[in-house]
């Protein structure tokens, strides 16, 4: 299993982002149902966001996100960085496994 953390970096207003917020977020409780996304919020300032999320390879991971209403409509732009996580939380076991 591949491990990512993505930041989004928005390309357009607040105002647009709170408009598509709603989509975003129906958008990343697809991935938090199938496991993909582990976490997810804003930054602070809000410039963008943070997801951790993984996937069997970094093709597949992108594929995903490539869905989010954030990136179809060009609202914002999404940098992965994979990684590996060697040490953790006990909870966060079955998750990184």
Wanted: hydrophobic share 35%.
């Amino acid at each position: 299993m591949k491990h990512f953390l993505i930041f989004i970096h928005y390309l357009e207003s607040v105002e647009k982002i709170d408009e598509i917020r709603p989509r975003h977020r129906e958008f990343l409780h697809k991935g938090y149902k199938d496991g993909i996304v582990l976490f997810s919020g804003p930054l602070v300032p809000r410039t963008g966001g943070l997801i951790a999320a993984r996937g069997e390879t970094a093709e597949g991971v992108k594929e995903f996100f490539s869905n989010d209403p954030y990136q179809k409509e060009k609202a914002a732009r999404y940098e992965f960085i994979e990684f590996e996580p060697v040490h953790y939380q006990e909870f966060l076991k079955d998750w990184v496994g």
